[in-house]
């Protein structure tokens, strides 16, 4: 995360904690479930945040609390959301929350805000699969209908792909990257935030991470980060104070961007990760950050090889030793048991060479493997012609020096190329 993208999300975390209360209630069920929401898509630490909002929500639909207006459905679709990240989510809340979203899609768009709709939506999204069940058939009538501008048609180019079956994440992408969020005010931009995160999220599932329409929708998803980050801080996320009314006092007209406890949580929720980096990050800052994490898994790699190697090159000493001591006690003749001992040693020591170049140490690691495999040779044919009784060779010793003199030339003259070069 960039220090400007992490900044903000302090700020909107820290801004949607002040409301919190003692009894887990963040002042309204639908901020109560936005934080629920947001604490499930945080790493583990904050587990217990969502566990006990969840339970403060839980109580107020058990109770009967939930009333006919569409923020209150709204924070039943999120609790029912929320509840199901953590695996607590039941069959009636469900129904519940699909029933409450049903009703509100019905309903004119002059009394529902279309951010209630698509929040319930979202919700709904994986909870409620099939496009025939409540409340998508309301969804789809309510988009028929009506006519938006601004950030409710960027709402409602999300609904029109989330509410269809079989939704194209592509189309999702290019309506996403035609609509209204590419300019959004700065009264807006903590729901575009939202919006191009959840839209993100779901394309991705289908679409691979190379796709232009996808690539150009992170990019834009990060400079609307970084201008958020410039245009607003702490203070923006607190209730502007008014001053008594002063007829001769001069007017400040410095314009103050003002988040409120909503917007707050959709910014943290748009920028919470359960893991330490963000999914939000262009691909390009994905890449270094995957490449990096790559080059430490494989410097891991090679260190874990290069022990590998040496643990080998141990245990066929120590193999050939006991081969050494059992073929004297069995009363084999001494240069063969050597010879044995000698070949089980440089062949296990030569398969730890081949491990110790894989590892990137080719320079000195192959000249090694190719000593120990000549040596493996040379014993097993010093061993094999003192076993016969009419050995194959005469002057086995003067063959084994000769190839190991040699062998022991190439090495040396490839260590000393390899120290010499700059």
Not at 193 to 211: K, N, Q
């Amino acid at each position: 995360m960039s220090a400007s993208a992490e900044s903000l999300h302090v700020h909107a975390h820290r801004a949607a904690a002040r409301v919190r209360d003692v009894d887990d209630w963040w002042g309204s069920p639908l901020d109560t479930a936005l934080a629920a929401v947001a604490a499930t898509r945080h790493p583990a630490a904050y587990r217990e945040v969502a566990e006990r909002s969840i339970d403060r929500l839980l109580r107020w639909w058990r109770e009967g609390q939930v009333r006919p207006v569409s923020a209150d459905a709204a924070a039943l679709a999120l609790t029912a959301r929320a509840a199901a990240n953590l695996a607590r989510c039941t069959p009636q809340l469900l129904a519940d929350a699909a029933a409450a979203a049903d009703r509100i899609a019905t309903r004119d768009a002059s009394v529902v805000p279309d951010l209630h709709v698509t929040l319930a939506a979202w919700a709904l999204d994986d909870l409620q699969r099939g496009r025939d069940a409540i409340p998508w058939p309301a969804i789809r009538q309510r988009l028929s209908q009506r006519h938006a501008f601004g950030v409710d048609a960027a709402l409602g180019d999300y609904l029109t792909v989330i509410a269809n079956s079989g939704a194209d994440a592509r189309t999702l992408v290019q309506r996403m990257l035609t609509s209204s969020t590419l300019s959004p005010t700065s009264t807006d931009m903590g729901v575009v935030l939202w919006l191009l995160t959840i839209a993100l999220e779901r394309a991705s599932r289908a679409l691979s991470a190379d796709e232009p329409g996808l690539a150009a929708l992170a990019d834009w998803r990060t400079a609307l980060v970084e201008r958020l980050a410039g245009e607003i801080d702490e203070d923006s996320f607190r209730l502007p104070e008014v001053d008594d009314f002063d007829p001769d006092a001069e007017t400040d007209k410095t314009m103050v961007v003002f988040f409120s406890v909503t917007e707050a949580l959709l910014v943290d929720m748009a920028l919470a990760s359960p893991e330490p980096e963000q999914p939000w990050l262009r691909f390009p800052e994905a890449e270094a950050l995957f490449g990096q994490r790559a080059h430490e898994q494989a410097v891991h790699t090679r260190l874990w090889m290069r022990r590998t190697a040496i643990v080998a090159a141990a245990g066929g000493l120590t193999t050939g030793a006991v081969v050494v001591l059992t073929l004297i006690l069995v009363g084999v003749a001494l240069l063969p048991t050597i010879g044995f001992g000698v070949a089980v040693w440089a062949g296990v020591s030569a398969y730890a060479g081949s491990i110790w170049e894989r590892s990137g140490v080719v320079a000195v690691a192959r000249p090694t493997t190719v000593l120990c495999a000549t040596l493996t040779l040379v014993a097993l044919l010093i061993a094999i012609n003192g076993l016969l009784t009419q050995p194959l060779f005469s002057d086995v010793a003067g063959l084994a020096g000769g190839a190991l003199v040699t062998t022991v030339a190439v090495v040396l003259a490839a260590l000393l190329g390899r120290t010499r070069r700059p």
